[in-house]
């Protein structure tokens, strides 16, 4: 088994809502914001490489909503989804399974594009399935107001309709034999309902893909909620009792949303869990 860390992109969004009750003052330290409160943030992928298959999880925004609609994530850099896989020596079509940590449109949006005639949408990745959870499909296609602009028809109904889409069952790992690859998966709620972290086992360390539970370095204080979390007190317990976890079992975290910042690890200190170092992928797995 392979791993490769995947750039689709990168995008802005605002500090404030991203920390929730957390300052300016102490939040700027670590996610300095421009001008307009906004801050860097990465969409970014892993990919698994593993005898005939080919994992990818989550897929960033895509290309395919309108010009208007981007400008409210102020795109910026050169990262692309097709040119990180070429760099790794692969292509799109080579993709069999997308496993979605859950359907928020910067974690899906990459699933489905235009058509050849753009009248219509198709598949993104033509020899791949993807995989969700059917407690999280329910609340995606039938959205609360405060998620409703996350959840996006375009990204859900056309991966539905391709007939390729698959469910994974809580607490009966359908997606891989555990045995052979490893890939655990831990459901947190306090995001969005029934959001599915990857735990990876790889070359003697356990891997932790987070999302949106710990988005970037500077979230890692069990406090440092998003605004965006639809049950924050949920979040905290769940992000304690991962915290405790990760500390114990000495995790490293993969960071879908740090812009700066692949993979880090952690420590305890009379403040709680803390930041101990940043890395990059190839730092730690070489």
């Not at 007939?163 to 034999?177: M, T």
């Not at 972290?197 to 204080?221: E, M, N, Q, S, W």
């Not at 740090?258 to 009379?270: G, P, R």
Request: net charge negative; hydrophobic share 35%; with cysteine.
């Amino acid at each position: 088994m392979t791993l490769y860390p995947i750039e689709t992109g990168n995008f802005k969004l605002d500090g404030g809502a991203m920390f929730g009750v957390v300052p300016k003052s102490i939040w700027n330290m670590t996610n300095p914001a421009d001008n307009k409160n906004m801050i860097d943030m990465a969409a970014r992928s892993l990919l698994i490489e593993d005898g005939n298959r080919l994992i990818l999880i989550d897929t960033g925004m895509g290309n395919k909503q309108s010009d208007k609609f981007f400008s409210y994530y102020y795109q910026w850099g050169d990262h692309s989804l097709d040119r990180s896989l070429e760099k790794n020596g692969f292509h799109r079509d080579d993709i069999t399974d997308v496993f979605l940590t859950h359907l928020h449109f910067d974690h899906c949006g990459g699933c489905i594009q235009w058509n050849k005639e753009r009248t219509g949408y198709e598949s993104a990745f033509k020899n791949a399935y993807f995989w969700t959870n059917q407690d999280h499909w329910e609340w995606a296609t039938k959205p609360n107001q405060r998620e409703k602009a996350s959840f996006l028809k375009e990204n859900l109904l056309p991966m539905q309709e391709s007939g390729r889409l698959k469910f994974i069952q809580k607490g009966q790992n359908s997606f891989v034999d555990t045995s052979e690859l490893g890939f655990g998966i831990l459901f947190v709620d306090g995001h969005t309902d029934k959001q599915m972290l990857p735990h990876i086992k790889y070359k003697d360390r356990t891997l932790v893909f987070t999302a949106d539970l710990v988005p970037t370095a500077g979230h890692i204080p069990v406090p440092y909620v998003m605004g965006y979390d639809t049950r924050p007190l949920l979040s905290l317990k769940e992000k304690q009792q991962f915290m405790n976890e990760a500390l114990e079992n000495d995790f490293v975290l993969f960071l879908e949303h740090d812009a700066h910042n692949e993979i880090c690890t952690l420590k305890d200190t009379l403040k709680g869990v803390r930041l101990n170092q940043v890395h990059t992928f190839n730092e730690i797995f070489t």
